[in-house]
């Protein structure tokens, strides 16, 4: 454990912009996501201990953060909503009808990705984010403390709401 | 292979994660199922569009600096909590913590001087300050036109912005806004094209790496173009291509 703690203090602060970037897009909005960045800091520093050495620091600081972000968004509601809604679908899941406009989607800019990013609900820009982040299925379910498994359907399903809702887009 | 196992495949197939065999059954699959094809497109081309055009934002150097700052005092009870960690350990660990920090200090010290020397570090405090503006900066009126615009700076800025473009069909002026541009205040423009926003950052060049011509180049999707006149340096950014940025760029320019 205790390589674990002299990993975070020598490590961590390396993530910040990529914990801020994480941050930005949960809270969307600049102040909030500073917080949210200091409170996870300074839980990250108290448990310390608890990180396991040669464990991806970054995502450990990913979900971190996230449970800060949830902490204050009263995490209990929002999980239970999030699983009826996303989890229910996922068996039905057909080809987007927006992946006809494949030419439409490529033509997009900045600003409509970054509109139809944060417009998603939170579990869904998470798994996204996580997602470009590169981190791996195990990775990710870390973070959100669900098996990997569930990280494949989430990740599927946010990935083709986000289809959808660029397609809907005209450049 | 089933559609649905094939679609939920794809993705860890284009990003190199299957096995050889599983790959060479999803290529099976895909040679005879135009569905998962289209399927398997879709999310290339997704990847393309994540990849060129989802912003990255970087953490504000003063939230690093507060954060460097109170690294050390809470180095310092972390160990505690940890019981019968030996007092040499305790000490490493600060020495570490207090090595991050040094690092970190610096790694915060060498940003700022890069991004004053740089013109790469340069255009990526463009794309940030712009996708501050489009986040809802508010913009002085314009039904006056530039004529409204320029002298609502007065008072606003230690220097007065040397603009002349009013605007045209192509370009309309939307309005203009004081921001912070790295350690100065920036005069913005803001124009339209069809639905995509440009703005203009004008500031006082001293101090910063705002070439003597014009230097473009693209950041995380957004085209940036960076040239400086006389004392003041200028930065225009937008989501526009690059060939349209320069055709507002040359009506800016012009004397």
Same mark, same amino acid.
């Given at each position: 454990?205790?390589?674990? @703690?002299?990993?975070?203090?020598?490590?961590?602060?390396?993530?910040?912009?990529?914990?801020?970037?994480?941050?930005?897009?949960?809270? *969307?909005?600049?102040?909030?996501?500073?917080?949210?960045?200091?409170?996870?800091?300074? $839980?990250?520093?108290?448990?310390?201990?608890?990180?396991? /050495?040669?464990?991806?620091?970054?995502?450990?600081?990913? =979900?971190?953060? =996230?449970?800060?972000?949830?902490?204050? *968004? =009263? *995490? @209990?509601? =929002?999980?239970? %909503?999030?699983?009826?809604?996303?989890?229910?679908?996922?068996?039905?899941? %057909? /080809? @987007? &009808?927006?992946?006809?406009?494949? &030419?439409?989607? *490529?033509?997009?800019?900045? %600003?409509?990705?970054?509109?139809?990013?944060?417009?998603?609900?939170? /579990?869904? $820009?998470?798994?996204?984010?996580?997602?470009?982040?590169?981190?791996?299925?195990?990775?990710?379910?870390?973070?959100?403390?669900?098996?990997?498994?569930?990280?494949?359907?989430?990740?599927? $399903?946010? $990935?083709?709401?986000?289809?959808?809702?660029?397609?809907?887009?005209? /450049? | 292979?089933?559609?649905?196992?094939?679609?939920?495949?794809?993705?860890?197939?284009?990003?190199?994660?299957?096995?050889?065999?599983?790959?060479?059954?999803?290529? +099976?699959?895909?040679?005879?199922?135009?569905?998962?094809?289209?399927?398997?497109?879709?999310?290339?081309?997704?990847?393309?569009?994540? +990849?060129?055009?989802?912003?990255?934002?970087?953490?504000?150097?003063?939230?690093? #600096?507060?954060?460097?700052?109170?690294?050390?005092?809470?180095?310092?009870?972390?160990?505690?909590?940890?019981? !019968?960690?030996?007092?040499?350990?305790?000490?490493?660990?600060?020495?570490?913590?207090?090595?991050?920090?040094?690092?970190?200090?610096?790694?915060?010290?060498?940003?700022?001087?890069?991004?004053?020397? !740089?013109?790469?570090?340069?255009?990526?405090?463009?794309?940030? +300050?712009?996708?501050?503006?489009?986040?809802?900066?508010?913009?002085?009126?314009?039904?006056?036109?530039?004529?409204?615009?320029?002298?609502?700076?007065?008072?606003?800025?230690?220097?007065?912005?040397?603009?002349?473009?009013?605007?045209?069909?192509?370009?309309?002026?939307?309005?203009?806004?004081?921001?912070?541009?790295?350690?100065? #205040?920036?005069?913005?423009?803001?124009?339209?094209? #069809?639905?995509?926003?440009?703005?203009?950052?004008?500031?006082?060049?001293?101090?910063?790496?705002?070439?003597?011509?014009?230097?473009?180049?693209?950041?995380?999707?957004?085209?940036?173009?960076?040239?400086?006149?006389?004392?003041?340096?200028?930065?225009?950014?937008? +989501?526009?291509?690059?060939?349209?940025?320069?055709?507002?760029?040359?009506?800016?320019?012009?004397?």
């Amino acid at each position: 454990m205790a390589g674990g @703690a002299d990993e975070v203090a020598r490590q961590a602060l390396a993530h910040a912009d990529a914990l801020y970037n994480f941050a930005r897009w949960l809270a *969307r909005d600049a102040v909030e996501a500073e917080d949210l960045v200091q409170e996870a800091y300074a $839980r990250a520093l108290a448990g310390a201990g608890q990180f396991q /050495p040669g464990s991806n620091l970054k995502a450990w600081l990913f =979900r971190i953060l =996230r449970n800060v972000f949830i902490d204050r *968004r =009263r *995490r @209990a509601q =929002r999980e239970a %909503e999030y699983a009826e809604h996303v989890e229910a679908d996922v068996e039905s899941q %057909e /080809p @987007a &009808a927006g992946e006809l406009k494949l &030419a439409q989607i *490529r033509a997009l800019v900045a %600003e409509d990705v970054t509109a139809a990013v944060q417009a998603l609900p939170e /579990p869904h $820009r998470t798994v996204i984010l996580l997602d470009v982040e590169g981190l791996t299925e195990s990775e990710v379910a870390g973070v959100l403390g669900c098996a990997p498994g569930t990280v494949k359907s989430r990740l599927s $399903r946010a $990935r083709a709401v986000l289809r959808d809702r660029l397609a809907a887009y005209r /450049p | 292979m089933e559609c649905r196992t094939a679609r939920e495949l794809n993705l860890d197939g284009l990003r190199g994660r299957l096995s050889p065999e599983l790959a060479a059954q999803l290529g +099976d699959h895909l040679s005879t199922c135009a569905a998962c094809r289209n399927h398997a497109e879709a999310e290339r081309v997704l990847n393309e569009v994540l +990849d060129a055009s989802l912003p990255q934002y970087a953490a504000p150097l003063a939230l690093k #600096r507060r954060l460097a700052a109170s690294w050390p005092a809470r180095a310092d009870t972390a160990p505690a909590a940890a019981p !019968g960690r030996s007092r040499a350990r305790l000490f490493a660990s600060v020495v570490a913590a207090a090595a991050a920090v040094t690092l970190f200090v610096s790694g915060a010290t060498a940003l700022l001087v890069e991004q004053r020397a !740089g013109r790469t570090q340069l255009a990526s405090e463009t794309v940030n +300050d712009h996708l501050r503006v489009l986040g809802g900066a508010p913009l002085a009126q314009v039904t006056g036109g530039l004529h409204e615009v320029k002298p609502w700076f007065g008072g606003k800025l230690d220097f007065a912005p040397a603009v002349q473009f009013p605007g045209n069909d192509d370009f309309p002026l939307q309005g203009g806004a004081v921001e912070p541009f790295l350690d100065r #205040r920036a005069a913005v423009f803001v124009y339209k094209r #069809r639905l995509h926003t440009a703005s203009l950052f004008v500031v006082p060049r001293e101090g910063l790496a705002f070439p003597a011509n014009l230097h473009t180049q693209t950041v995380r999707g957004f085209s940036v173009a960076l040239w400086s006149a006389g004392e003041q340096g200028y930065a225009l950014v937008s +989501d526009l291509n690059l060939p349209e940025l320069l055709e507002l760029q040359a009506k800016l320019a012009a004397p």
